[in-house]
């Protein structure tokens, strides 16, 4: 299981593990879409086969992209 915890990052749980993947501190402008961008990342990176502990941590850094630049006005 995998859950945006919003600037404290996401948390990743799987059966013989878990662990917070940390947000880097952002000056968020606008958090609209950033569930969106976070669950896209983490979905194009699973379609391409590539590891759990990867693809969450590219879902939170394009999540937190996307806060600090407000492209949704």
Do not use: K
């Amino acid at each position: 299981m995998v859950g945006g915890s919003g600037p404290r990052g996401a948390a990743c749980i799987r059966v013989d593990d878990s662990a917070l993947m940390p947000a880097q501190h952002a000056n968020a402008i606008n958090t609209s879409g950033a569930g969106d961008t976070f669950l896209g990342t983490l979905a194009a990176r699973l379609a391409l086969q590539r590891p759990l502990s990867h693809a969450v941590p590219d879902g939170v850094a394009a999540a937190t992209t996307l806060g600090r630049s407000g492209v949704q006005r």
